[in-house]
Every structure is written in C-alpha cells, then in structure tokens.
Nanobody
Framework: QVQLVESGGGLVQPGDSLRLSCAVSGRTFINYALGWFRQAPGKEREFVASISRSAGSTYYADSVKGRFTISRDNAKNTMYLQMNSLKVEDTAVYYC???????????????????WGKGTRVTVSS
C-alpha cells in the first residue's frame, strides 16, 4: 500500500519559517522524482518545487524561489520543504507527490504524477 504522509504544517506569522516533511512508503523511493504542490482557498493546485531522484536537480516556482528549499533523504524515504520568510500568500494546503518522469517535467506541468499525500495546512497570518 502506497502512502505519502505530509507533516509540519501550522499557523505562523509573516516572516516565520516552517519545515514540511513527506514520508513515503510502499514505493521504491529513489525511483521517483518528487514534488510539492499547494492549493490555496478558491484557487487551483499549483506547483511549488520538485527534486530529482538523486537530489542533484531542484526546481522552484518563481513565487517561492530564494525562500523555499526542497530536499530529500533517500535513506529515510522522506522529502522536505524548508520554507523561510513566509508570506500571507503562502497560505495553502501543501501536498507531496511522486512522479514517474523528471523533476524538470514536473516543474513544467508535464510530469507523470503517480501518488499524492492528503496534505498539510499552512496558514500565514498576523
């Protein structure tokens, strides 16, 4: 049974930091590119960041570039998203996903998304 479990969300103030985690089970972790997506209230789900199988390549949405860092630990079957300098507009439910293509393809909306987590809510508010 494939499971992707996100954690680390919460309520923070603008300028704060959060670290999201995504634990993957039931898949051969290193066989997949991984990504984070988010969906804000009333908006469509959007790409946030992706990382290649070896963690050698990462891609980011322009809106988070320079503030967010994606990483993965292939020994722990876990992916992370370090989010710094959070803004109100970062408020969303964050989802992790596995992908059968590449991290670059994910960033271009051309990935072959395989599995999704149920999401973790991030609220940035003063």
């Amino acid at each position: 049974q494939v499971q992707l479990v996100e954690s680390g969300g919460g309520l923070v103030q603008p300028g704060d930091s959060l670290r999201l985690s995504c634990a993957v089970s039931g898949r051969t972790f290193i066989n997949y590119a991984l990504g984070w997506f988010r969906q804000a209230p009333g908006k469509e789900r959007e790409f946030v960041a992706s990382i290649s199988r070896s963690a050698g390549s990462t891609y980011y949405a322009d809106s988070v570039k320079g503030r967010f860092t994606i990483s993965r630990d292939n020994a722990k079957n876990t992916m992370y998203l370090q989010m710094n300098s959070l803004k109100v507009e970062d408020t969303a439910v964050y989802y992790c996903a596995t992908d059968e293509s590449t991290a670059q393809a994910m960033s271009l909306g051309r990935g072959r998304l395989k599995d999704w987590g149920k999401g973790t809510r991030v609220t940035v508010s003063s």
